[in-house]
C-alpha cells in the first residue's frame, strides 16, 4: 500500500504562487508515475499534471500550461507542483496520485493510490 502526503496549500491573491509537494512511502511499484488533480466545489475532479519516472514525459491540462510546473525528486520520493499566476478559478482541493510505470494517463482510472488533498484558495 501506498501513502501520500500532500502540503504547500494554502490562501494566495490572484497572481501569486504557491509550490505543492507530495511525498510517497510505502510499497510504490517501479517507475511509477506521479500526478496531480484537483477538485473544486460542485465540480468532478480533473487532471492537472503527470510527470513519468525520469522526468522525460510530462503533460499538462490546457488551463495550466505555462502557468504550472510538475517535477519530482526521486531520492525523496517527492513530486511538486509549482505554480504560478494563480487565478481565482484554480481554488480547489489539490490532490497527488500514483500510477504504475508505463504511459502517462491523464484519467483519474490511471492512478491507483491518492493523497488527501490540500486546500488551495486563490482569492481574486
Known amino acids: 500500500q501506498v501513502q501520500l502526503v500532500e502540503s504547500g496549500g494554502g490562501l494566495v491573491q490572484a497572481g501569486g504562487s504557491l509550490r505543492l509537494s507530495c511525498t510517497a512511502s510505502?510499497?510504490?511499484?517501479?517507475?511509477?508515475?506521479m500526478g496531480w488533480f484537483r477538485q473544486a466545489p460542485g465540480k468532478e475532479r480533473e487532471f492537472v499534471a503527470v510527470?513519468?519516472?525520469?522526468?522525460?514525459?510530462?503533460s499538462y491540462a490546457e488551463s495550466v500550461k505555462g502557468r504550472f510546473t510538475i517535477s519530482r525528486d526521486n531520492a525523496k520520493n517527492t513530486v511538486y507542483l509549482q505554480m504560478n499566476s494563480l487565478k481565482h478559478e484554480d481554488t480547489a482541493v489539490y490532490y497527488c496520485a500514483t500510477a504504475p510505470g508505463g504511459g502517462v494517463g491523464t484519467m483519474t482510472t490511471d492512478f491507483r493510490s491518492w493523497g488527501q488533498g490540500t486546500q488551495v484558495n486563490v482569492s481574486s
Open positions: 510505502g510499497r510504490t511499484t517501479s517507475n511509477y508515475v
Open positions: 510527470i513519468n519516472w525520469s522526468g522525460g514525459r510530462i
